[in-house]
């Protein structure tokens, strides 16, 4: 049995999982590898991939930088959540906001440390986007629109860290790219709907605020319609394999969440449309295998 001080032990580690969202960080890794063996370097050896020591900086850095990220959000968000997340913030305040900001500039610099192993470009990419992160936090989030367009580009800026690496520049990888930062767009916009009450008490200037809830969800029914559009074409004109099942079903959950969207008038209500939308991401992530199931098999030597 665990003594009163280990169990407090391991319920700050779990608080600091919570905090950096380390669920999210695992799936971003898995992403990323799967993305650079089917997507950003199919024509190589599968053993050269995943034993590659450059993809594995650049992926470590990547979760670093982003662990860090969820940091500082937190740090400065840390009222606010207490109107919006009740619950998890009782569990994320047992960690202090002075380890918060110690440990974010600990992964910052590791962040950093472990570019340099790559490039110098990369040491560079790594440190504005660390920037890019603490800026949004501070300051962008609160900028109507302008904090959802930045949150959607951050989220994505770790795939362009190897789509840059590797060099490819094929047009589905594009398309790819802009049906995640859609979803990951449309999900922002939704978040903002969930928590209106802590965004209006800090003088959070979000969309739902400043408009209404109905033009918030014309915004969100414009580019869900639109996120159609990369979905069709990676159907139609991109040899993406059996991937092709996810996006006929990415559609029907798309239509079937514009439905429960102007149904929903409740937090309740749009916590479930916010799960909706990342399981669309994180099925995503995991229909990649889907693109040629036989490729694994065919790359081992």
Not at 252 to 272: A, D, G, N, P
């Amino acid at each position: 049995m665990l003594n009163r001080k280990q169990k407090m032990t391991l319920l700050k580690l779990l608080s600091l999982f919570s905090v950096v969202r380390g669920y999210n960080i695992l799936v971003i890794v898995l992403a990323q590898y799967l993305a650079s063996i089917y997507i950003f370097s199919s024509h190589l050896p599968l053993r050269q991939v995943i034993f590659d020591g450059n993809l594995f900086a650049i992926v470590a850095a990547s979760a670093l930088a982003i662990a860090s990220g969820y940091l500082i959000n937190n740090f400065y968000d840390a009222e606010k959540d207490l109107i919006n997340r009740p619950k998890k913030t009782m569990l994320d305040r047992l960690v202090s906001q002075r380890f918060k900001l110690t440990t974010y500039f600990i992964l910052n610099f590791l962040s950093v440390i472990i570019a340099s192993y790559v490039s110098f470009r990369a040491v560079v990419f790594f440190s504005f986007y660390i920037f890019g992160i603490w800026l949004y936090s501070h300051k962008l989030k609160k900028i109507t629109f302008v904090g959802n367009l930045i949150s959607a580009l951050l989220a994505i800026t770790p795939f362009f860290a190897v789509f840059i690496y590797y060099k490819n520049f094929d047009l589905v990888i594009f398309v790819h790219a802009l049906f995640l930062f859609l979803v990951i767009l449309i999900r922002e916009l939704v978040k903002d709907l969930e928590n209106i009450k802590g965004d209006l008490v800090y003088g959070y200037q979000t969309i739902p605020i400043k408009y209404g809830e109905k033009v918030s969800k014309m915004v969100i029914t414009f580019l869900t319609l639109l996120t159609l559009i990369p979905s069709y074409l990676l159907i139609s004109k991109f040899e993406v394999g059996y991937m092709d099942i996810f996006f006929y079903g990415c559609m029907v959950l798309l239509i079937m969440f514009l439905m429960l969207l102007w149904r929903s008038t409740s937090k309740k209500q749009y916590v479930l449309i916010h799960n909706l939308l990342k399981f669309i991401i994180v099925s995503g992530v995991f229909s990649i295998l889907l693109i040629d199931v036989d490729l694994v098999l065919n790359r081992i030597f």
